[in-house]
């Protein structure tokens, strides 16, 4: 990662590798993650699909983007990992890129250990092997509640966590350092949760004297998850950004098909003018969307800011494409068996993970140093 230099501009446009990154992962969940195998997932006891997340975190190697080549990694960027987000976000496949690949990941190099317990579990993920989530609520966009450690044993409950029904480890933060359990330790407790989004389970973790390996102390600790979440807010609004161009596009298809007194419904001017807003929020969203994940990949030190932006707007038009998909599919988009209400319910959990859209929105008031709307 290198430094932003003062006054250059960010880099907005996808570079070659980005998009044949884009291409293979595309093709890979047009084949493993097309809608009615999203929608069957969603209504088993299984929604993450194996074979779908070794052939994304290893065939690809997008499990490891974000680690470094001498710790098993790829040695990419934010950038990549944008790339890979937007594309879970245009299918929402159930895969916990977002949680292990991006928010674990970046909390254990935030630890800057070159060997040792976290440097052996950051190979273990960049290789597909284990999956790691932290244990933080999913709405959570700094540490808050912690697990308390009393003789050496960690004790609580956490939660809602995302992905933690599919993780192998959790990162566990307390007063007494930041800890990796194993989800199979005596003593952890995985129960799901009924959640709004079915694509991305949540749990809450309990702990009952339970062993972890303390990974750091706890101001350090503290420090990394934080820079985990920032790293995932950032990140978030990529998958947002494919998302609300999924709506979009499948919305245009279906009204220039869909016809109504001998024309299409997408010729009629109000649908038109609806369409037309919608292109100029993703667009937008675009933009501060690739302004974040520039700044997480260059090190900028406004990278605060533009995460707050991107999140701040992306998670809006994420809902409005989302609303608006249902709405102008008519009857077929209020159905189950469309994909449209997994885009919906994907959206609105969006909206509240890693802080809201609000409170996003103090944080570029204080940026700013401007009275909070």
């Known amino acids: 990662m290198t430094a932003q230099t003062e006054g250059q501009a960010p880099d907005l446009l996808y570079s070659e ?43 690809i190697g997008a499990a490891g ?49 070159q060997d040792g317990p976290a440097a052996e579990l950051l190979a273990g993920l960049a290789a597909g092997r284990q999956v790691a ?31 933690a029904a599919a993780a192998d480890v959790l990162l566990v933060p ?48 503290r420090r990394a998850v934080d820079r985990g979440l920032l790293a995932g807010a950032g990140l978030l609004a990529s998958e947002q950004l494919g998302l609300a ?20 419904i997408g010729s009629f001017q109000a649908l038109k003018h609806r369409m037309a807003q919608l292109w100029l929020e993703v667009v937008s969203a675009r933009a501060v969307a690739r302004n974040a994940a520039d700044a ?10 533009a995460v707050a932006v991107a999140q701040a707007y992306c998670s809006k038009v994420a809902v409005h494409a989302a609303e608006e998909c249902v709405q102008l599919h008519g009857g077929i988009g209020m159905t189950w068996e469309h994909p449209a209400h997994l885009y919906l319910k994907r959206a609105k959990a969006d909206a509240t993970a890693y802080g809201t859209a609000g409170r996003h929105r103090d944080g570029v008031a204080a940026f700013m140093e401007l009275p909070a709307p």
């Open 174 to 221: 307390t007063d007494d350092g930041l800890y990796a359990v194993a989800t199979d330790a005596p003593g952890v407790r995985v129960e799901p949760l009924v959640a709004l989004d079915l694509t991305r389970p949540l749990a809450t973790v309990t702990l009952d004297a339970a062993e972890g390996i303390r990974l750091a102390e706890a101001g350090a600790g």
């Open 296 to 305: 997480l990949a260059t090190g900028s030190p406004d990278t605060p800011l």
């Open 17 to 59: 590798a980005e998009e044949d990154l884009r291409a293979a992962v595309r093709s890979l969940l047009a084949d493993r993650a097309d809608a009615p195998s999203v929608i069957a997932r969603t209504e088993s006891d299984t929604p993450y699909d194996p074979q779908l997340w070794k052939a994304l975190a290893t065939g």
């Open 245 to 264: 161009e999924w709506c979009l596009t499948e919305t245009v298809r279906h009204t220039r098909e869909r016809h109504q007194f001998n024309r299409p």
């Open 65 to 113: 983007l974000l680690v470094p080549e001498e710790l098993g990694g790829q040695g990419a960027t934010h950038r990549e990992a944008a790339v890979v987000l937007e594309e879970l976000g245009r299918s929402v496949a159930p895969a916990p890129f977002l949680t292990s690949s991006v928010v674990a990941t970046e909390t254990l190099l935030a630890l800057g250990a």
């Open 133 to 163: 989530v932290v244990a933080v609520p999913f709405a959570a966009a700094s540490v808050g509640v912690r697990a308390s450690v009393v003789s050496g044993a960690l004790a609580g409950t956490l939660g809602p966590v995302a992905d």
